[in-house]
């Protein structure tokens, strides 16, 4: 006779102890020197959530389950609710993207100014799709909503970087620069 895997309730996946250790942080020393000093600037530690979750990625190139229990951990909040705040804002990630994160924006502004034929390019040329990587690990693809560039449309965020007024042409020149620069 087989049973059925118990699915467990809200408030139990809550209450799960946390497997972050006391005295112990996964993060550098000087990320953890960091977040030390980062949850004495607000008033309520859980304010400084969303910028300790940047800097973890950033330093872990995504979101990893030890930095969700670590975070959680040092501002006396659930791994639930660090999940909830993660999947609302897709700038963050919990798995892995290229070393070169490329996010072609195809909002209405990038659209008309060809976004759609740029991100196919992009797509042809890298020969990935959305939210794919290059099998190197050197670039991944994402179309995204509006950054915030719409007067250069078409606009592309490679990381930290804003590339705009892009044509065909001009980001391949993007993605050979930044090729070159991760030596290959
Ligand atoms: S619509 Fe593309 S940057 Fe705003």
Redesign the pocket.
Known sequence: MTTEPQVPSLTQIQNQPRAHVPGTTIFSPELAARFDHLVTLYPVRRSALIPMLLYAQDELGYITDASIQEIAYRISITPLEVRNVLSYYSLLRTRPVGKYHVQV???????LRG?NELFAHCKQRLGIDHKQTTPDGIFSLEEVE?????SW???VQVNYDFHDNLTAESMDAVLDQYRKQAGK
């Open positions: 924006c195809t909002n209405i502004s990038c659209m976004a509006c950054i915030g560039v719409c449309a078409p606009a």
